[in-house]
């Protein structure tokens, strides 16, 4: 090779390589207007009217809220129920927790979509496209478990909760569920507002509650933060996440990609240049 | 000695037709298969994946994804490690299968990654990523993806020579020709980045990977060990082809084949050992050695000591004796343990602490089967009529020759 095909096939190359170079979106940290509810497990008594009122506003089937049996096992939400409320025994006491997408600061299922068909709306929410190809690897990243997909559709969407963002949010109104609690276990408010809110609480019922909001730093923070009054572990929340935001797990090597695509060219063409030329020698 | 000289006579009409008898074991064995597969592949975009597969909300990806993608990409590692060794390090020793490699890369690449739209809920989306609707920069699928589709226009580019050779295009032949050094060296780039993005997508499966098998190193052990995944590949479907297609055999081919054998084994015992040294480094690094007493340690060491120790010890001791017969032992073995390997990734060693497993239905096999078989098909109709394996036709051979000695006189 000589050095003007060198040349131009560095051009070519590196041309193509940059061309398909991603751009890394820095992580902000959470923002402090973004919408948040704040549920507090001390107060939700288990009506599981959040549920019927989440399966109406999303057009879901209703749950049947007589039926005690639900509270005898662990659910998860599913492709038809964006939300569902479990029974902890903590000693003697029961506690409910509702469950649903914690709608994250920085969130990994975002960051995972090759086609950005999960986005983090201006508000807060995240939500779904359907420009999604339906590879599920939001699947995989979510540490929660909270994509679920239509497995007996023709034409699958990922399922979660929406935050009622474009049904309720977006015109001043708070999430059904919200607006369903009799018992004010859930609040609606900006992110700094509800951890106010929740400190407040803390810091007046010491003895009520463990000092600690969940989500305020898991994962890099969510959308969605918790009260309790026992340790989160003994209420089925996962305590080893740790408080990186997910997307920085892939960030350092994505980068090393783009640090290979630039590099490696020109030291192949190098070798290949020498290796010829010692082969000539010989 | 020269049988291509037909090629100034090509006929497309005659090219198609079979070259062998219909009811050949592999057709009566493959044929039923492929058509149970085409059916299984209507239900399951009449009535969505979960008609067909196993998967589950707690287990997104399973045999299709672990075996067709991650296996499947893995063991045609062979074509960037033989284009790397023979275009850029210049051992011309693999020169005979150069082609042969490059035919398999690209075969696998449009048929395993091809088979990720099978695995697509929505199917009519899957080029959404290429045309912009829209770009998922912070993603490594998007960056896989990219990467695939590059990969497999640059082999591609590589085969069109075999191509040209066969359908007699001295024109096209000339002209991809001059490109090929440019495709082999973008190929073996972007080859580094998706062989390690396959593993770097489970960077963020962090709160589901067992942490035997969870580490910031995915990507680097799966680059490493795809380069000797794909060589074992080589070496297997080499002992299978030369023997299948026995009459087809260049004289280079079949006298150079045992050398060839040996030389990877060689190189296969090199690339086992950092790919060991980094899975020990990695085990202290991530101080996660208390859990090899665990259940899931049990199946790791049978993992690293059985399918990566046993057959790199074999390698090595198959290169020293000159034993075909213990380096082929050694690439079946290394080949099975890269099955254990990724298939942990995507569902053993995944949600590991869920008591409802994933296991692949039968569906799922046999439309995997299907993928495989009829990529085996392809193969075997490009093998019985382009110049992969057997003799180029004298043009080819005297143009090459020519062109190598007009780059020595320019590089000097």
């Not at chain 1, 469950?99 to 090759?114: E, N």
């Not at chain 1, 969510?222 to 996962?238: E, H, K, M, N």
Request: hydrophobic content about 45%; charged content about 15%; glycine content about 8%.
């Amino acid at each position: 090779m000589n050095r003007r095909t060198f040349l131009k096939t560095m051009g070519i190359g590196s041309g193509i390589l940059l061309g398909a170079r991603p751009r890394i979106i820095h992580a902000s940290g959470p923002l402090p207007d973004s919408a948040t509810v704040l549920v507090d497990t001390t107060r939700c008594i288990g009506c599981r009217l959040c549920e019927e009122a989440c399966a109406q506003a999303n057009s879901l089937p209703e749950p049947d809220l007589s039926d005690l049996t639900v509270f005898d096992r662990k659910r998860s939400t599913s492709e038809t129920a964006f939300t569902v409320v479990n029974r902890y025994m903590a000693g003697d006491a029961e506690i409910h927790v509702k469950t649903q997408c914690m709608h994250c600061s920085d969130a990994a299922c975002v960051s995972s979509c090759l086609v950005n068909a999960l986005k983090k709306e201006k508000e807060g929410p995240i939500s779904w496209h359907t420009n999604c190809m339906g590879c599920r690897y939001c699947m995989v990243a979510c540490p929660f478990e909270m994509p679920k997909f239509e497995y007996h559709s023709a034409a699958p969407r990922i399922r979660k909760c929406t935050f009622c963002y474009a049904t309720r949010l977006v015109n001043g109104q708070k999430p059904a569920c919200v607006e369903a609690c009799p018992m004010e276990a859930l609040s609606f408010g900006t992110r700094s507002e509800m951890l106010q809110e929740a400190k407040g609480r803390i810091a007046n019922a010491p003895g009520t509650y463990v000092n600690h909001i969940y989500g305020e730093h898991e994962v890099g923070g969510t959308s969605w933060l918790y009260l309790s009054a026992v340790p989160f572990d003994q209420i089925g929340f996962r305590t080893d996440l740790g408080t990186t935001p997910y997307p920085v797990l892939t960030k350092g090597y994505l980068k090393t990609v783009h640090g290979i695509d630039l590099i490696v060219p020109p030291v192949l063409f190098g070798l290949a240049y020498l290796s010829r030329r010692k082969r000539d020698n010989d | 000695m020269d049988t291509q000289t037909t090629t100034e006579t090509f006929s497309l009409a005659q090219e198609l037709k079979p070259k062998r008898p219909y009811l050949t074991p592999f057709n009566v064995i493959t044929a039923p298969v492929i058509l149970l597969g085409v059916v299984l592949i209507v239900m399951r975009f009449a009535l969505g994946l979960g008609s067909v597969t196993n998967l589950s909300q707690d287990f997104p990806w399973g045999l299709w994804i672990g075996f067709d993608v991650l296996v499947g990409i893995a063991f045609a590692g062979g074509s960037y490690v033989i284009s790397f060794m023979y275009y850029i390090l210049g051992k011309k020793v693999y020169h005979p299968i150069v082609r042969v490699t490059v035919l398999n890369g690209f075969l696998s690449y449009s048929f395993y990654a091809g088979a990720l739209v099978l695995d697509l809920g929505r199917p009519w989306n899957a080029f959404n990523f290429l045309i912009g609707n829209e770009f998922g920069v912070a993603s490594v699928m998007f960056m896989v993806a990219w990467h695939f589709f590059l990969y497999t226009l640059l082999l591609l580019v590589e085969f069109v020579p075999a191509i040209a050779e066969w359908i007699g295009a001295r024109r096209l032949w000339r002209a991809v020709n001059w490109v090929n050094l440019v495709a082999v060296v973008l190929g073996i780039t972007i080859a580094l980045g998706h062989q390690s993005g396959v593993g770097g997508l489970f960077l963020l499966a962090k709160a589901k990977i067992h942490p035997l098998w969870y580490s910031p190193l995915i990507p680097l052990l799966f680059l490493v060990s795809s380069m000797f995944a794909g060589l074992c590949m080589v070496i297997f479907e080499g002992s299978i082809t030369s023997r299948a297609f026995r009459a087809r055999l260049s004289d280079e081919m079949g006298s150079t084949h045992d050398t060839i054998v040996i030389s990877l084994a060689k190189v296969c015992t090199g690339i086992m050992a950092v790919y060991l040294v980094l899975k020990i480094f990695d085990l202290l690094r991530g101080n996660t050695w208390s859990l090899l007493s665990t259940p899931f340690g049990a199946w790791y060491l049978l993992e690293v000591i059985g399918f990566v120790v046993i057959p790199g010890a074999l390698f090595f001791s198959g290169a020293r004796k000159q034993s075909l017969s213990v380096i082929k032992t050694a690439a079946v073995m290394a080949m099975i343990g890269i099955f254990i390997n990724r298939f942990n990734f995507v569902f053993i060693a995944y949600n590991w602490t869920e008591p409802v497993r994933y296991y692949p239905s039968w569906m799922e096999i046999v439309v995997t089967l299907t993928v495989i078989f009829t990529e085996l098909w392809v193969y075997r109709w490009a093998i019985n009529r382009m110049p992969v394996i057997s003799e180029r036709p004298r043009w080819a051979r005297a143009h090459e020759h020519d062109r190598d000695n007009d780059n020595r006189s320019q590089a000097v």
